[in-house]
């Protein structure tokens, strides 16, 4: 997963076309969730976790989520960052990943 998190900024968070390796299919009915670790495993203040990401459902291909990463997150630029997914879907139709990322300052032109 790769993405541009800003500092004091509204983010937006997506998990595109999550699919079941199982059945060889995209998931369009799962609670996928978000959380936002430091480097140290805690959890970064200013939001609520674990965030709910919105199914947009009627997307192609289906399995599409997203949700809204406050301006209000306590993060400071240049530093690491992990965001850990989880998906479930039902029996065995759980996921769970994490990935890193290291916000920015925005900046003008």
Not at 32 to 47: E, F, I, L, M, P
Not at 69 to 81: E, I, M, V
Request: charged share 20%; with cysteine.
């Amino acid at each position: 997963m790769n993405c541009i998190v800003y500092v004091a900024n509204t983010n937006l968070i997506e998990v595109l076309g999550l699919k079941s390796a199982v059945e060889g299919e995209f998931i369009g009915d799962a609670t996928v969730t978000v959380t936002v670790k430091d480097g140290a495993g805690t959890n970064v203040s200013g939001q609520t976790w674990p965030l709910t990401l919105t199914s947009t459902d009627g997307t192609e291909p289906e399995g599409n989520y997203r949700g809204i990463l406050k301006d209000t997150l306590d993060l400071t630029a240049g530093t690491q960052y992990f965001a850990h997914v989880d998906a479930d879907a039902g029996a065995d139709r759980i996921g769970h990943w994490e990935f890193a990322f290291t916000p920015k300052t925005r900046r003008g032109s």
